[in-house]
């Protein structure tokens, strides 16, 4: 299996090739939440609808660690979560590599 700065690296060139400059992890996340919701607004995100996204984002990617789970969505569409479990509250370096982690396997 190839190490995680390759596969990581993998996901940057994929993103770059796909959106012609590569998003920073918030611009991720932000890309994940739209995709989850599965729809595009009639008009711009607000900037609380694109904080809301991110949360998406990270609530779709930990539920592969198993710290939310879906629970199905609104009547506007949008997608809830339940917390299972804290996340460990560690470093940021080793929460941005979880984070890292999640994100390569949700594009793989």
Not at 9 to 20: A, I, K, S, V, Y
Request: a negative charge; one cysteine or more; charged letters at 30%.
């Amino acid at each position: 299996m190839e190490n995680f700065e390759q596969r990581w690296l993998d996901t940057e060139n994929m993103l770059r090739e796909r959106f012609g400059k590569l998003p920073d992890m918030e611009g991720i996340l932000f890309l994940i939440g739209v995709n989850e919701l599965g729809k595009l607004p009639r008009k711009k995100f607000s900037k609380e609808q694109k904080q809301d996204l991110m949360h998406i984002a990270v609530c779709t990617l930990l539920t592969q660690h198993g710290f939310y789970e879906f629970v199905g969505r609104d009547e506007e569409g949008w997608p809830h979560f339940n917390e299972i479990e804290p996340v460990p509250i560690k470093g940021m370096a080793e929460q941005e590599r979880m984070l890292k982690e999640c994100v390569i396997n949700y594009f793989e």
